[in-house]
T-cell receptor, first 114, second 115 residues
Framework: EAGVTQSPTHLIKTRGQQATLRCSPI?????VYWYQQALGLGLQFLLW???????NRGNFPPRFSGRQFPNYSSELNVNALELEDSALYLC?????????????FGPGTRLTVL | AQSVTQLGSHVSVSEGALVLLRCNYS??????LFWYVQYPNQGLQLLLK??????LVKGINGFEAEFKKSETSFHLTKPSAHMSDAAEYFC?????????????FGGGTRVLVKP
């Protein structure tokens, strides 16, 4: 069974540009979570999508947005990039929104903003 | 609001020695607790989880953790460290009622294993 996949592995952008990160969940998983792992800030919850809808978002500005497609894959968009957006972005998928279910993480996309 | 505190951002142990990583949590409702491991340039892998039932939880790679409600702790242990245990470890708590299983992580503890 294939795990959670993310693309690209690395992404280099300049300040003010837009970045698009992609995530494919494990087959059968309907919920996708996005987390940001920034140096010195730890792992922080960004967004949660379930059945195509945004269900919850963390304490991030609106320029962080995303969507979930009918096949449950997801896209994270970061507009007007700032230097502090440089981080590892992790996607996780889960069978359903129950705390008994383990979140499976992808390898991440490392975003560097110059 | 939930929070997780991991005592010690770096831990150094000798190969064969006990590994003890400390985690304390704050939660207004019964928590679900997790330990994840992150190897360099990789995502997170679940080591073990506590939801309900037995408070001593066994995980992969010889790790175990004990949920102590009175101490609001969920410390991770391994009797004998192996070189392959060198990684960063994250304790996390989730609360289904608050936000649908979003995880709140501790700051992480990086483990160095000395030969």
């Amino acid at each position: 069974e294939a795990g959670v996949t993310q693309s690209p592995t690395h992404l280099i952008k300049t300040r003010g540009q837009q970045a698009t990160l992609r995530c494919s969940p494990i087959s059968g998983h309907t919920s996708v979570y996005w987390y940001q792992q920034a140096l010195g800030l730890g792992l922080q919850f960004l967004l949660w999508y379930d059945e195509g809808e945004e269900r919850n978002r963390g304490n991030f500005p609106p320029r962080f947005s995303g969507r979930q497609f009918p096949n449950y894959s997801s896209e994270l968009n970061v507009n007007a990039l700032e230097l502090e957006d440089s981080a590892l972005y992790l996607c996780a998928s889960i069978l359903g929104p129950s705390s008994y279910n383990e979140q499976f993480f992808g390898p991440g996309t490392r975003l560097t903003v110059l | 609001a939930q929070s997780v505190t991991q005592l010690g951002s770096h831990v150094s142990v000798s190969e064969g020695a006990l590994v003890l990583l400390r985690c304390n949590y704050s939660s207004s409702v019964p928590p679900y607790l997790f330990w994840y491991v992150q190897y360099p340039n990789q995502g997170l892998q679940l080591l073990l989880k506590y939801t309900t039932g037995a408070t001593l939880v066994k995980g992969i790679n010889g790790f175990e953790a004990e949920f102590k409600k009175s101490e609001t702790s969920f410390h991770l242990t391994k009797p004998s460290a192996h070189m392959s245990d060198a990684a960063e470890y994250f304790c996390a708590v989730s609360d289904l009622k608050a936000a649908g299983n979003k995880l709140t992580f501790g700051g992480g503890t990086r483990v160095l294993v000395k030969p």
